[in-house]
């Protein structure tokens, strides 16, 4: 069982908006503004795609947006594309032994 | 280029040992914290274990501490993952990943990773 909750798929329609949310605690998610997603497409390696909670990396466009609310975050990618298609896993930084957690990861099917 | 390459991954029987690299290129490899990342097959992401700039730091998952040793040669530009006494859920793909913060301190969040090397435990 992985330390923060996400759902295990998502879809949505090309040009949708779809939100993926990353459920933790006071220790992980909701204590400190290091929440991270990623995205990995099949046999591919993970590829960050937002940091400490709402920065994008150079080069992420600027539909895919993050924000937090108390102990859940959120990954927020608008106007869907046929890429987005992929597995998305939200990290945070934890207060306990692990240093990182990760969450389970959600598939993204874009319809 | 920026790229990291790991290598060592194979066929181990339980109880076995194996010792993974990972080659960094094109950016200042002794200024980053380095991580080990893997994932089971068909499973998620999970980090394995730390090690700061200088080596001053460690840091492992509490399923690999006592088992796995961390290390890394910065002249040599290499991060190293010793793992011993595997086990079958050991079985995984290891990501070598740098961490995003430049110096001493991690953040704790892994802006470029490699393309992993596989690691299979069975009899």
């Known amino acids: 069982q992985s330390a923060l909750t996400q759902p295990a798929s998502v879809s949505g329609s090309p040009g949708q908006s779809i939100t993926i949310s990353c459920t933790g605690t006071s220790s992980d998610v909701g204590g400190y503004n290091y929440v991270s997603w990623y995205q990995q497409h099949p046999g591919k390696a993970p590829k960050l795609m937002i940091y400490?909670?709402?920065n994008r990396p150079s080069g992420v466009p600027d539909r895919f947006s993050g924000s937090k609310s108390g102990n859940t975050a959120s990954l927020t990618i608008s106007g869907l594309q046929a890429e987005d298609e992929a597995d998305y896993y939200c990290?945070?930084?934890?207060?306990?032994?692990?240093?990182?957690?990760f969450g389970g990861g959600t598939k993204l099917t874009v319809l | 280029e920026v790229q990291l390459v790991e290598s060592g991954g194979g066929l181990v029987k339980p109880g076995g040992s194996l010792r993974l690299s990972c080659a960094a290129s094109g950016f200042t490899f002794s200024s980053y914290s380095m991580n080990w990342v893997r994932q089971a097959p068909g499973k998620g992401l999970e980090w394995v274990s730390s090690?700061?700039?200088?080596?001053?730091?460690?840091y492992y998952a509490d399923s690999v501490k006592g088992r796995f040793t961390i290390s890394r040669d910065n002249a040599k530009n290499s991060l190293y993952l010793q793992m011993n006494s595997l086990r079958a859920e050991d079985t995984a793909v290891y990501y070598c990943?740098?961490?995003?913060?430049?110096?001493?301190?991690?953040?704790?969040?892994?802006?470029?990773w490699g393309r992993g090397t596989l690691v299979t435990v069975s009899s």
């Open positions: 990943a740098r961490d995003a913060g430049v110096g001493a301190t991690p953040y704790w969040y892994f802006d470029l």
């Open positions: 400490e909670v709402s």
């Open positions: 990290s945070s930084y934890t207060s306990s032994s692990t240093n990182v957690v």
């Open positions: 090690i700061s700039s200088s080596s001053s730091y460690i």
